[in-house]
Nanobody, 122 residues
Framework: QVQLAESGGGLVQPGGSLRLSCAAS????????MGWYRQAPGKQRELVAD?????????NYADSMKGRLTISRDNAKNTVDLQMNSLEPEDTDVYYC??????????????WGQGTQVTVSS
């Protein structure tokens, strides 16, 4: 019904940058929020950043990563990008795309991507 295609993860050296992208497709009427979460083994999934319908005026960032992140969305393409700079080893995690949307049938649903590995290492 709705699929989230994630890309941009990988291996980067400390201080480096990555850009995570997520594209939502399917029977989408509108998207309230798109964002990225991270989850380490044995821990809860936690917000990295998200962006609401107001775009840059409606964003949230994890306190631990704030200042190193920029999230943006393209409503026409149903995509969200997360620019991550000055990455540190502690940023290593699996990152999941998330969206809160309304389907064409009028139902509101939340979807998760499969997860993409981000590894920050020398």
């Amino acid at each position: 019904q709705v699929q989230l295609a994630e890309s941009g993860g990988g291996l980067v050296q400390p201080g480096g940058s990555l850009r995570l992208s997520c594209a939502a497709s399917g029977s989408i009427f509108l998207i309230y929020t798109m964002g990225w979460y991270r989850q380490a083994p044995g821990k809860q999934r936690e917000l990295v950043a998200d962006v609401g319908m107001l775009g840059t005026n409606n964003t949230n960032y994890a306190d631990s990563m704030k200042g190193r992140l920029t999230i943006s969305r393209d409503n026409a393409k149903n995509t969200v990008d997360l620019q991550m700079n000055s990455l540190e080893p502690e940023d290593t995690d699996v990152y999941y795309c998330n969206t809160d949307l309304v389907l064409k049938n009028g139902y509101r649903r939340t979807y998760w991507g499969q997860g993409t590995q981000v590894t920050v290492s020398s």
